[in-house]
């Protein structure tokens, strides 16, 4: 098998270059439960890690899998998992937990019809609420929604540079669609793309504060064998990682996790435009569905419609400022996507002047939106 640092052109799916991605990223554990439609990756890592100085690890489940995540991102290793639907509901606690302890580590989630078992080799995007909002409280996480094989292999990078920056869990969005196409890829050449690395202590071990206080909101972080002494709790915390009820303490705390998304949107925000320099109507998708989007645009434009797409790679802070700048711009939005509309509502709650310019087109039932199916629509509403 070839390495992540390949450059000539390949065939290659979405999950393989997942995996691959980690590496060039520097994960070097991976801990995980095969579940389709996301069990390559784990199939790919086993085959792999053992040449790169990596652990792979089957795990019992998927709970036992990000506990082991997590704890090798402590020991300073950087860690991912994979799984799909099922697997992913009932990684919501630990993630929760990795947000509150601040420990970086990625999880691939390939998504599949549900709830339940559902559909489990279909695609779906059910999925995106829950990548936010899964876990219980207010926490920060940085959801990332590759379209392409490409992507899966650029966007990982990215999501391991975020979550070791900022320390904090970073999801990959992906589909079955995506996870599992086949495409022609040329990876960028060893060293082209940026691999950011956890901000590591340069204090003496008796000063070292687990989540010290900053100007920047980052504490920087050792690692548990290294000869620095922490704690490390779900529980509110103090800067030395034990519990605390103090007020004063845990409303600053609740503020830090906050701030990483506040202070740091620029970092967080990644939106693609396509041909909405003069367009009237804009199409905004994610994912696997954006791939028709494109294609619809091109075909409403030579229709003599000014059509346009916009599409976030990042969901997850949502690009606020993006659409708030295309709502003033067209006059119509379809949202395409492959559940109830989970963003359209998102959409709508930025719109000054109701819903009613803002379209869903929602398929329940794994049928892959086309874009035949975009233009139809977009045609029905507006002319």
């Avoid at 995980?32 to 019992?60: C, K, L, R, W």
């Avoid at 905004?284 to 059509?307: C, E, P, Q, T």
Wanted: glycine letters at 8%.
């Amino acid at each position: 098998m070839t390495t992540a640092t390949t450059m000539e052109p390949r065939l290659m799916t979405g999950n393989e270059a997942v995996t691959l991605g980690a590496i060039a990223a520097g994960a070097r554990f991976y801990a995980g439960y095969p579940i389709t439609p996301s069990t390559e990756v784990a199939e790919i890592a086993a085959a792999m890690f053992p040449d790169i100085g990596g652990v792979f690890i089957q795990m019992e489940d998927e709970i036992a899998s990000l506990g082991a995540v997590i704890g090798a991102s402590l020991t300073g290793l950087k860690s991912f998992t994979a799984t799909s639907g099922p697997g992913f509901s009932l990684m919501q606690e630990h993630i929760g937990f990795a947000a509150m302890a601040e420990v970086p580590c990625v999880i691939i989630n390939v998504m599949r019809g549900g709830p339940s078992t559902g559909l489990p080799t279909h695609m779906s995007q059910g999925d995106v609420m829950q990548a936010k909002y899964g876990s219980h409280g207010d926490y920060p996480t940085v959801v990332l929604a590759p379209a392409s094989v490409l992507e899966c292999y650029t966007l990982t990078i990215k999501a391991f540079n975020l979550s070791e920056k900022f320390r904090m869990p970073a999801i990959i969005l992906s589909d079955e669609l995506v996870g599992h196409m086949c495409e022609k890829v040329q990876l960028p050449p060893e060293g082209e793309l940026e691999v950011v690395n956890r901000l590591r202590p340069t204090v003496p071990a008796d000063w070292y504060r687990h989540y010290e206080s900053t100007p920047t909101g980052i504490s920087p972080m050792a690692g548990f064998g290294e000869g620095y002494r922490f704690h490390v709790t779900g529980l509110a915390h103090d800067s030395s990682g034990f519990p605390t009820e103090v007020p004063s303490e845990t409303h600053a705390l609740m503020e830090k996790f906050k701030n990483k998304e506040i202070r740091n949107i620029r970092d967080l925000t990644m939106v693609e435009s396509y041909m909405m320099e003069d367009a009237e109507i804009c199409i905004f998708s994610y994912g696997s569905v954006s791939r028709s989007a494109r294609r619809a645009v091109r075909i409403l434009r030579d229709r003599n419609i000014k059509a346009g797409a916009l599409r976030p790679q990042i969901l997850w802070p949502f690009p606020k400022q993006a659409v708030e700048t295309m709502l003033d711009q067209v006059s119509y939005v379809l949202i395409p996507e492959m559940n109830v509309g989970q963003l359209r509502k998102e959409v709508e709650r930025l719109s000054h002047d109701g819903r009613g310019r803002i379209k869903g087109l929602n398929v329940l039932n794994s049928e892959f939106i086309t874009a035949a199916d975009i233009v139809e629509r977009v045609e029905h509403d507006v002319l």
